[in-house]
């Protein structure tokens, strides 16, 4: 049976500074196609990186959305 897949965007917090768009791609390509990941830098008034998040657009089955959200990644809040 094959799993039906729909588009999602995705929260995906607690990332390192140092995290690439490629990186991500490769991470959550396991669970379904990824087709865009956006990276998000918050910094402090001196310019030192506070917080890094991204956004991912990912066609994904309910069932791997499961597993993606029970992996070590702090992620997986739905948008």
Known sequence: MEKKQVLKRLYVGGLGHTV????LQERFSKFGNVTDAEIVIRKDD???PMKTFAY????????DLKRC???NYICCSLI
């Not at 690439?20 to 990186?23: I, L, M, R």
């Not at 991912?56 to 069932?63: H, Q």
């Open 20 to 23: 690439s768009e490629a990186e």
């Open 69 to 71: 959200k029970y992996t």
């Open 46 to 48: 001196q310019g030192n």
């Open 56 to 63: 991912i657009n990912i066609s994904i089955s309910e069932a």
